[in-house]
């Protein structure tokens, strides 16, 4: 519209000096009006609201995300292992099932960087379809050759105490295996250049709590129980005073060596298929995997004391978990995140009263 208005501003503006040439006038000036008028509207408008600046892997808002890849570290969680140490700083946590029924996890850190995260257990399965949408590191005391090759097939970087990685030390207050000592920060001084920085966002966020897919209308007393096996099963609590789901291992309190009481911002479920594979463990047990990649079912989704259910699915090796509740993405309150892998057969969850 400019170019048009200037064009026939221009020929109005001919026209004059022709008709005035013909009279013997002065020349008349050529009318500026309509682009004075379009330049002032253009002003008028209203500048459009920047988006807060959050980290990727919280939603927290910050003035400035590190630079830094994401950071997965194998956590143990048999009775033997707890308390744990710097689980509390991570931004998502994943529990899974590994052999004999107990639980595993894979804690990950970007917005905070613990001092030190202990015990650094070994890889599984499973998890390289949980960190190839991080192009991250991961770090663990070790594993079976094929399950390595897989970590590094996803495109994510190992760094293994077996190997002779550094960052790795022994707590003597524990028996082994269970005192393996993890240094994040040394994790990450081993970047090799090629990591996605910062990692992309896995979820999606509210702007903050209150407009959470899963937000209770009003405080109440919610609360989660995940059986995860006939050995594991976990416990949420709401507590209105921290805004926060607090952890339990069967009625013990989760803690942390800190002490902390263990806490997730939100609480995501996924129902799913768990197999045996080929594979076994030290004692001849059957190692399992969790069955992630091109993958859909339930979810159960709590956050700021409500609970929806919802739908799961993941694509490719490299795609995100995406969650949906009556066709629309789930937003999550901004905060810490963790995911519980509930098997399809043995598994279940309760969650109660809110809604």
């Known amino acids: 519209m400019a170019r048009r208005t200037v064009r026939g501003a221009a020929v109005t503006a001919a026209l004059a000096l022709v008709l005035t040439a013909c ?4 020349p008349a000036p050529a009318p500026t009006t309509t682009v004075q008028a379009s330049v002032s509207a253009a002003k008028a408008s209203p500048p459009q609201p920047d988006a807060p600046t959050v980290w990727p892997l919280t ?3 910050t003035e400035q995300v590190a630079d830094r890849p994401a950071l997965g570290i194998k956590v143990e969680n048999s009775p033997q292992a707890r308390p744990q140490t710097g689980l509390e700083d991570a931004d998502v946590v994943w529990e899974e099932v590994v052999e004999g029924g107990i639980s595993r996890f894979l804690a ?7 001092d030190a995260v202990e015990p650094v257990r070994s890889v599984r399965p499973m998890d390289p379809a949980i960190v190839a949408p991080l192009d991250g590191i991961l770090a663990y005391s070790g594993a079976q050759q094929p399950f390595i090759a897989e ?5 994510t970087q190992s760094v293994i105490m077996d190997a002779g990685d550094p960052g790795f030390s022994r707590d003597p207050a524990r028996p082994a295996p269970h005192d393996v000592i993890g240094d994040p920060q040394t994790f990450l001084d081993q970047a090799d250049g090629e990591r996605t920085v910062p990692p992309p966002a896995q979820f999606t966020f509210a702007r903050d709590a209150r407009r959470a897919t899963a937000a209770a209308d009003e405080a109440s007393d919610a609360g989660l129980e995940v059986r995860l096996s006939p050995a594991q099963t976990t416990r949420w609590a709401w507590d209105a005073e921290s805004a926060a789901w607090l952890r339990s291992e069967g009625s013990s309190p989760s803690m942390s060596t800190s002490g902390v009481q263990h806490a997730a ?19 001849g047990a059957a190692v399992p995997e969790t069955q992630l990649v091109d993958s859909d079912g339930v979810a159960l989704v709590a956050s700021a004391g409500g609970w929806v259910e919802a739908q799961w699915s993941k694509g490719a090796l490299g795609d995100p978990v995406e969650l949906t509740h009556d066709g629309e ?14 098997p399809r057969d043995g ?5 109660g009263p809110a809604q």
């Open 347 to 351: 598994g279940s969850w309760t969650a």
């Open 265 to 283: 911002t939100n609480v995501v479920a996924l129902q799913v298929e768990v197999v045996n594979t080929s594979y076994r463990d030290a004692s």
């Open 23 to 26: 009279s013997g006038g002065d």
């Open 151 to 155: 970590v590094r097939a996803s495109g």
């Open 59 to 61: 939603g927290v808002e």
């Open 329 to 342: 993405p789930v937003e999550l309150a901004p905060g810490s995140t963790w995911v519980e892998l509930v």
């Open 108 to 114: 990950v850190y970007h917005s905070t960087i613990p």
